[in-house]
C-alpha cells in the first residue's frame, strides 16, 4: 500500500514539474540535415523567435515542441529557407506568425490544426517556389498574406 501511495505522490509530482517547465521561457540551437545552425527563443509571453541559417524542422525534431501549448506567436528571421512538413501542426495556440521573404520553400501540412491560427505574414513580394497547397489545413487562416513593406 505505501508503495503504490508513494509511486503516485512520485507521478504527481513530476508531473507538476513538467508543467511548470513547459511554462518556462527558454532558448537553444539546433542543426538541420544540412548542417546549418538555427537558434530560436520563447520568452513569457509566448513569442517564439526562429533565427539562424537553418531550416525549420518538423515537429518530431524541433526542440521547442514541448513548449507547443504555450506558443502563441512565430517570427522566423531572414536566414531560414525551408519551412519543413508539420513544422508547427497542432499548434494549438498560435495565433501569427511571420515568415521571411527568405524562405523559399513551405511543405505540406506546417499548420495542421492550428485553430486559433488567424495571421500568417510572408515578407516576400512574390509566393515561394514551392508551396504545399495544403500548408494550412484545419486553421482559420486561408493562405499568405504579402506584407506590402516587403523588399
Known sequence: MMKKLFAMLLMVALCVGLVTVANAAD????????????????????????????????????????????????????????????AFSEYNALR?????????????????????????????TEEPQKVASDFYRNALTQGLVYHEESK
Do not use: E
Open 96 to 124: 501569427s506568425i511571420i515568415i521571411p521573404d527568405s524562405v523559399n520553400t513551405i511543405y505540406h501540412g506546417i499548420f495542421n490544426y492550428c485553430y486559433n491560427l488567424v495571421s500568417v505574414v510572408y515578407h516576400g
Open 27 to 86: 532558448s537553444g540551437s539546433f542543426v538541420d540535415s544540412n548542417n546549418r545552425q538555427g537558434y530560436w527563443a520563447l520568452d513569457d509571453a509566448g513569442v517564439l523567435t526562429i533565427s539562424g541559417n537553418a531550416n525549420i524542422p518538423s515537429q518530431s525534431t524541433a526542440p521547442y515542441t514541448v513548449y507547443r501549448p504555450n506558443i502563441k506567436f512565430i517570427s522566423s528571421k531572414d536566414g531560414v529557407q525551408t519551412i519543413n512538413t508539420d
